[in-house]
Nanobody, 127 residues
């Protein structure tokens, strides 16, 4: 059974950086596309970024392009989200997710395309 554990959240000021990490266990990591989602209070969970199983392809939601970088280390079975130039509107609980076993979907962007989720880590950006 796949387990995902996020870390790295915190409280920062606008303009600062944070690096989120997600540790994967219980499966063959290199066969899963991985994604980051976030959910702010009163809002639906939204897609942030995803990375293909090989790490060769990435995709971002428009609001974080140029500021966030998703990466993965298949030997360490971890995925990271480097968040730069943080804004108050980035405040949310951030979730790591592992995709469904559908290798034909290289970069899944919807929650329904993911099977396993972490518990989330809080990111708060003050103005």
């Amino acid at each position: 059974q796949v387990q995902l554990v996020e870390s790295g959240g915190g409280l920062v000021q606008a303009g600062a950086s944070l690096r989120l990490s997600c540790a994967f266990s219980g499966g063959t990591f290199r066969t899963y596309a991985m994604g980051w989602f976030r959910q702010a209070p009163g809002k639906e969970r939204e897609f942030v970024a995803c990375i293909s199983w090989s790490g060769g392809s990435t995709y971002y939601t428009d609001s974080v392009k140029g500021r966030f970088i998703i990466s993965r280390d298949n030997t360490k079975r971890t995925v990271h989200l480097q968040m730069n130039s943080l804004k108050p509107e980035d405040t949310a609980v951030y979730y790591c997710a592992a995709s469904l076993p559908t290798p034909e979907v290289l970069l899944p962007t919807t929650p329904g395309e993911y099977r396993d989720w972490g518990q989330g880590t809080q990111v708060t950006v003050s103005s």
